[in-house]
């Protein structure tokens, strides 16, 4: 069933496009549930202090989040078989309810023979990237649709 379901697959096919919203809030549960509690992570004054614009999310927070449009779209974390990026600027948060907008989308580079699907993930705030590299091969499960 693999087989059918990446035959359906071409280089350049979107598969999934989702934009995620990062609050301070949710800064402040991703240091709780990591234990990174950098203050750059949650004080303007010391985020300021050391040359950044502001607040910034945590980096792997953001790598997650790319991350979970994978899982999401794959319907298995187990299906992702390598993963990596590189943190090229980072996401500032504004201290307001409204945070800022990440937007994940992930684009087929390659349809292996193996069953395996490459992709490269675009991940971009106000259209810039803030992560570069960011690829991922995985394994469709036999009852996954091709496209979300």
Same mark, same amino acid.
């Given at each position: 069933?693999?087989?059918?379901? @990446?035959?359906?697959? &071409?280089?350049?096919?979107?598969?999934?496009?989702?934009?995620?919203w990062? @609050?301070?809030?949710?800064?402040?549960?991703?240091?709780?549930? +990591?234990?990174?509690?950098?203050?750059?992570?949650w004080?303007?004054?010391? &985020?300021? +202090?050391?040359?950044?614009?502001?607040?910034?999310?945590?980096?792997l927070?953001?790598?997650?989040?790319?991350?979970?449009?994978?899982?999401?779209?794959?319907?298995?974390?187990?299906?992702?078989?390598?993963?990596?990026?590189?943190?090229?600027?980072?996401?500032?948060?504004?201290?307001?309810? @409204?945070?800022?907008a990440?937007?994940?989308?992930?684009?087929?580079?390659?349809?292996?023979?193996?069953?395996?699907?490459?992709?490269?993930? @675009?991940?971009?705030?106000?259209?810039?990237?803030?992560?570069?590299?960011?690829?991922?091969?995985?394994r469709?499960?036999?009852d996954?649709? +091709?496209? +979300?």
């Amino acid at each position: 069933m693999t087989e059918r379901v @990446t035959e359906q697959l &071409a280089v350049g096919d979107v598969v999934a496009d989702q934009t995620y919203w990062i @609050t301070r809030e949710n800064l402040v549960r991703y240091a709780g549930a +990591s234990g990174d509690f950098n203050p750059i992570h949650w004080n303007e004054r010391v &985020a300021k +202090s050391v040359g950044l614009p502001g607040v910034i999310a945590h980096g792997l927070l953001t790598m997650g989040l790319a991350g979970r449009l994978l899982t999401d779209w794959l319907g298995d974390p187990a299906a992702v078989v390598e993963y990596g990026v590189r943190f090229a600027r980072p996401v500032v948060v504004p201290d307001d309810d @409204t945070g800022v907008a990440v937007r994940v989308a992930a684009i087929v580079t390659d349809v292996r023979d193996d069953g395996l699907v490459a992709l490269e993930l @675009t991940v971009k705030v106000d259209e810039q990237k803030v992560l570069t590299q960011a690829r991922a091969l995985c394994r469709l499960p036999a009852d996954r649709p +091709s496209s +979300s």
